[in-house]
């Protein structure tokens, strides 16, 4: 397959608050590399020099993308990596092999004893995350509140979708009213999409998709 046969992106969309980059290709599909996956995985000759997986990147984020002509693009990242350039076809197969990439990556760097930095934080952090949300519209009435302070657990609540599931068991037989088809996000005035990522002290606005409430499930 030559360059020109090969899948070309069609929308390239940095989602910095979620450390995602989301690429469209032109054969339909639709690929969201976090910015840890990519550092990771650079093509730099240097980034793979002594033989040992990177470690420390799951809070690095993109600092700018560059075009390299039509056929690449080159990533600069926020901890001062800047020489990977991404073929098309690499960050093709990045994105297909996602899952296995990455499956093989914390297999060797839990051989070479390097703990994943997740799972460090996810041992120390013992404290809750606070968020205010805001409702807007018919969901102040049929919530009983404007807005509201909330505490969760970061195990259980890390993106705006997992926000919207917990808000909704606790609105118990108004839950309904939050699911998320029927609403839209933001977090801190911005509008977000539900893999958003969430942190402690973020402003939540919840605001209706139409003026007039759903019908609640039937029983």
Not at 102 to 128: C, F, M, P, V
Not at 161 to 174: G, I, P, T
Not at 176 to 187: D, G, I, K, M, Q
Request: proline fraction near 7%.
């Amino acid at each position: 397959m030559t360059s020109t046969d090969h899948p070309q992106p069609e929308e390239i969309k940095l989602h910095r608050k979620s450390r995602l980059l989301s690429i469209r290709f032109s054969d339909g599909k639709t690929f969201r590399l976090p910015c840890e996956y990519l550092r990771i995985f650079s093509p730099a000759a240097e980034a793979a020099a002594d033989g040992l997986p990177e470690s420390g990147k799951s809070d690095v984020n993109i600092k700018q993308l560059t075009p390299q002509g039509s056929y690449a693009l080159r990533i600069e990242f926020d901890d001062g990596h800047d020489t990977g350039i991404y073929s098309w076809e690499r960050l093709y197969d990045l994105g297909l092999h996602q899952d296995k990439y990455w499956k093989d990556y914390l297999e060797k760097r839990e051989a070479d004893g390097i703990r994943h930095a997740e799972k460090d934080q996810a041992t120390e952090t013992s404290g809750n995350i606070t968020l205010k949300i805001m409702y807007f519209n018919y969901l102040v009435n049929k919530l009983g509140t404007q807005e509201e302070s909330v505490s969760l657990p970061p195990s259980r609540v890390q993106t705006v979708q997992d926000l919207l599931k917990a808000l909704a068991v606790r609105k118990l037989e108004r839950g309904y009213l939050l699911a998320e088809n029927t609403v839209r996000v933001t977090v801190n005035r911005q509008f977000a999409e539900p893999f958003t990522r969430l942190e402690d002290g973020d402003e939540i606005g919840i605001v209706p998709n139409s003026p007039n409430p759903p019908a609640p499930p039937k029983k």
